[in-house]
């Protein structure tokens, strides 16, 4: 079965192990093997930097009358939750996902916050298995050949509210994780975001990065109003 998800790749895996691994949800490892570390969560985070980079290389080199500002959002809408589990559902890639019994029950093959994750997690492991060049040709193939130019949605509110902060020096901002809530098939996280050691806004999501984005959107309402 996951031959024929290899097929919709175009991607033939030397270790099959690293294409499992990004297939199990948190909620399948835990249940299994209560162990976190064998979910497809450090793979999550080392291919959205993956992601992140190879589609601003793209965005800078083909678009170099495009401000910074405007770049930020093209990369925001191209790499959102969104945008991502649409190109999961290209892959039919739920029905691939490893699930523990509650995002079973909870219709986890569906949800955006976990398909767009699972390709983040593919992206990563394609990177470990064959190097940047196989990660760039999926990333070529599934986001590169919708580039937005018109009608931006979405802004990287971390990266605006850094660029706001550092335009005065030595200020210092930093997230923490304030608290998590709910089963492991419905999780919120809360983290604040602090500007020199004080707090200065709170947010909350269905993942830790969620979670920073509505923190930083809204410590940019109450301080920088005027960027949004």
């Known amino acids: 079965m996951i031959k024929d998800l290899e097929v919709s790749i175009g991607y033939r895996f030397q270790n099959?192990?690293?294409?499992?691994?990004?297939?199990?949800?948190?909620?399948?490892?835990?249940?299994?093997?209560?162990d976190s570390l064998k979910s497809n969560e450090r793979l999550e985070f080392l291919g959205d930097s993956i992601l992140g980079m190879v589609v601003a290389e793209h965005l800078y080199k083909?678009?170099?009358?495009?401000?910074?500002?405007?770049?930020?959002?093209?990369?925001?809408?191209?790499?959102?939750?969104?945008?991502?589990?649409e190109i999961a559902n290209r892959l039919q890639l739920g029905g691939y996902l490893l699930l523990g019994h509650g995002e079973e029950q909870g219709n986890g093959r569906t949800r955006d916050s976990i398909l767009a994750d699972a390709v983040e997690s593919v992206?990563?492991?394609?990177?470990?298995?064959?190097g940047m060049d196989a990660a760039r040709k999926f990333i070529e193939k599934f986001?590169?050949?919708?580039?937005?130019?018109t009608k931006l949605h979405n802004m990287d509110y971390k990266t605006t509210l850094q660029e706001q902060v550092q335009q005065k020096k030595n200020q210092v901002l930093t997230y923490t994780l304030l608290r998590e809530s709910g089963p492991d098939h419905d999780k919120r996280f809360c983290v604040g975001v602090s500007l020199n050691g004080e707090l200065v806004g709170q947010g909350e999501g269905s993942s830790k990065k969620r979670a920073e984005q509505d923190a930083a959107h809204y410590t940019l309402k109450k301080l920088f109003p005027e960027v949004l």
């Not at 690293?18 to 949800?25: D, K, P, V």
């Not at 009358?65 to 959102?80: I, K």
């Not at 992206?123 to 064959?130: K, Q, S």
């Open 16 to 34: 099959i192990i690293l294409l499992q691994n990004a297939l199990t949800h948190s909620s399948y490892a835990n249940e299994r093997w209560h």
């Open 62 to 85: 083909t678009f170099e009358n495009r401000p910074e500002g405007e770049l930020t959002r093209m990369r925001a809408d191209m790499v959102c939750e969104q945008a991502l589990a």
């Open 123 to 130: 992206i990563a492991a394609l990177f470990l298995d064959g």
């Open 143 to 149: 986001v590169l050949c919708n580039v937005p130019t």
